[in-house]
């Protein structure tokens, strides 16, 4: 999102969530010179249905030939609107009683030079949480130089002059019974890694993902084996097993020994692929948490199971980079761009480089529909194919 105008002044941006974070509400107010013509984009696949009250009451609402959609405001020096704000427009990540989130101010976007001279973000934190740590960042992700920032009970202002754009990043931790806020509070910022170019290996890009329930753990299937039987000895060929009877020599007894009754065990393959919300932070080219031990147990069955080789394939939907479009130009690049982070986790785990090949597949070959966000989810995903010789 960004304002289309050569100059801009002041803005603001208030965020209102609900207290469980499902959705918001945003707040946007802008002032700038008078008799100037105005404009807010919003990527695509933006619903315009969401924008629940605009003024002044001239203002148009338009489809760019880029498929973007615009809201339009003519000859006047300030205009504002709410939006409702869906839980993937702002959530970074959600684990454990901890939610990450990411607010956007915008971008000026008329020129080359252009700059917001005060860029105001406010944030309405529910009760029920406490900050554990914040920052402000700029259009790029990179910290602010001089941020300011101001508390008042549950508010979070940050206020910035000169700047493109600002974003606010926040860490909040739900309260247990018996906790307040200022029990949790943390004085110094996060701390947020933002590579300045296009490098192999990024370090924190924001996209857009959704989240899910994570998938289920691997399970390993154990049979019995149905009756006793005596010692089996497999030859090198897993094919030939011999039956033999242990005899006790000069005795006329035989006696049989029988081998332990042990549990079968049948290894389970290394899942075939991962939608990117399962392994990645949601708009962010870093894994989670919960992504790494997906794939330390995906390493394990591939070390296991004997391959030689793996080809990790990227995928996205079709909707190109917005807001970050300096760092990945297109979608092939952001795909090859998460498909690296991946190999890279992958050879901490023991697998190595030279079993390992990436390719960043862009929108090719999707798996479902793009006219709709649940099948542009199943797009965003990371493919493994296997080989065993």
């Given amino acids: 999102m960004g304002w289309s105008s050569l100059q801009a002044d002041v803005s603001e941006m208030i965020f209102y969530p609900q207290a469980d974070f499902s959705e918001g509400i945003f707040h946007f107010n802008y002032q700038g010179e008078k008799n100037k013509n105005y404009g807010f984009m919003f990527e695509k696949g933006f619903d315009p249905t969401r924008i629940v009250y605009v003024r002044p009451a001239n203002h148009r609402m338009e489809k760019t030939k880029e498929g973007l959609t615009k809201l339009s405001f003519e000859n006047t020096d300030r205009y504002s609107y709410l939006e409702r704000a869906n839980k993937d427009d702002f959530i970074v990540s959600e684990e454990n009683g901890i939610v990450k989130i990411l607010l956007s101010g915008g971008d000026c976007k008329g020129s080359s030079d252009c700059v917001t001279a005060e860029n105001i973000l406010t944030v309405n934190i529910p009760k029920g949480y406490g900050v554990r740590k914040y920052q402000g960042l700029d259009q790029d992700l990179k910290p602010l130089k001089n941020p300011q920032w101001q508390r008042n009970g549950n508010t979070y202002t940050l206020t910035v002059r000169d700047v493109k754009g600002a974003c606010v990043m926040m860490e909040l931790e739900k309260l247990r019974p018996g906790q307040s806020a200022a029990s949790i509070a943390m004085a110094e910022p996060m701390k947020v890694s933002v590579p300045s170019r296009v490098i192999e290996t990024p370090k924190a890009v924001i996209i857009e993902e959704k ?178 010789h």
């Fill in 211 to 388: 989240k899910m329930a994570p998938v289920a753990p691997i399970m390993v299937e154990e049979t019995p084996v149905s009756t006793p039987s005596p010692v089996v000895i497999a030859s090198s060929d897993a094919k030939v097993q011999k039956e033999t009877i242990a005899v006790e020599p000069k005795k006329e007894s035989v006696a049989l020994f029988k081998a332990p009754e042990k549990p079968a065990v049948t290894a389970t393959a290394p899942a075939p692929y991962f939608r990117n919300f399962q392994i990645f932070e949601s708009r962010v080219v870093a894994l989670s948490e919960t992504g790494k031990e997906r794939l330390r147990e995906w390493a394990q069955l591939f070390k296991s199971g004997g391959y030689t080789s793996v080809t990790i394939n990227g995928y996205t939907d079709n909707i190109p980079p917005q807001r970050l479009k300096a760092l990945y130009a297109d979608n092939r690049i952001l795909s090859e761009a998460r498909a690296k982070m991946v190999a890279d986790y992958l050879m901490t785990q023991g697998i190595s480089a030279n079993t390992i090949k990436v390719n960043g597949m862009g929108d090719a070959d999707p798996v479902a529909s793009n006219d709709n966000e649940e099948g542009r989810s199943k797009n965003r995903r990371i493919e493994f194919i296997l080989n065993t």
